[in-house]
């Protein structure tokens, strides 16, 4: 069965760090670019960020709204995408989805989705 | 980059069709065929329902389809069923390289 699983979310103060991770069955990984999607409790889904796959050079992109805070990386042997956060605010509290892009080149469709990760900041 | 226009809800009667408008800019929907509709029931993940415009996954209805006339896609469903009752979200990728989602449409089964 294709399975995306994120964990590593929880409470955690304004201005500190977090990393997520994203385990991923059922496919071969490596072969896939991965992306983030957000959804702050009520509202809808933001797009976070996205990796390419190593064949297209493990290359990211970010919305203007985490980038130079957040890190998206990956480790093909170990089927694991990775969401470092640093610096965080208020406002980046939400539920944190994991998932699989249909296209390798650009953050078009997301095809499998995780059961998501709820990430609270507040001191 | 500003979030993709969305209806914030609209409804429909059993065996109706609906339909879901997106409106964006020639920087995303406009300009590429890399528009998605997304569907999500609450407290649950997200599930593709249309990708590049008109396309379906494998194990999506024909019920639901796709269409994009210029800086506006839509999404409609024929045949409403109760199951359909959810937020339905578009997305589409931007000339800045990144995605951009609509505000989200909550879709009512009278």
């Known amino acids: 069965e294709v399975q995306l699983v994120e964990s590593g979310g929880g409470l955690v103060q304004p201005g500190r760090s977090l990393r997520l991770s994203c385990t991923a069955s059922?496919?071969?990984?490596?072969?896939?670019?991965m992306s983030w999607v957000r959804q702050a409790p009520g509202k809808g889904l933001e797009w976070v960020g996205f990796?390419?796959?190593?064949?297209?050079?493990?290359?990211?992109e970010y919305a203007a709204s985490v980038k130079g805070r957040f890190t998206i990386s990956r480790d093909d042997s170990k089927s694991i995408a990775y969401l470092q956060m640093n610096s965080l605010k208020t406002e980046d509290t939400a539920v944190y989805y994991c998932?699989?892009?249909?296209?390798?080149?650009?953050?078009?469709?997301?095809?499998?989705w995780g059961q998501g990760t709820m990430v609270t900041v507040s001191s | 980059q500003s979030a993709l226009t969305q209806p914030a809800s609209v409804s429909g009667s059993p065996g109706q069709s609906i339909t879901i408008s997106c409106t964006g800019t020639?920087?995303?929907?406009?300009?590429?065929?890399?528009v998605s509709w997304y569907q999500q029931h609450p407290g649950k993940a997200p599930k593709l329902m249309i990708y590049?415009?008109?396309n379906r996954p494998s194990g999506v209805s024909n019920r639901f389809s796709g269409s994009k006339s210029g800086n506006t896609a839509s999404l409609t469903i024929s045949g409403l069923q109760a199951e359909d009752e959810a937020d339905y979200y578009c997305?589409?990728?931007?000339?800045?390289?990144?995605?951009?989602f609509g505000g989200g449409t909550k879709l009512t089964v009278l």
């Open positions: 998932t699989r892009a249909k296209q390798q080149l650009v953050p078009d469709a997301f095809d499998i």
């Open positions: 590049d415009v008109s």
């Open positions: 059922g496919f071969t990984f490596g072969d896939y670019a």
């Open positions: 997305s589409s990728y931007t000339s800045s390289s990144t995605q951009v």
């Open positions: 020639s920087s995303d929907v406009g300009g590429y065929n890399y």
């Open positions: 990796i390419r796959s190593k064949a297209y050079g493990g290359t990211t």
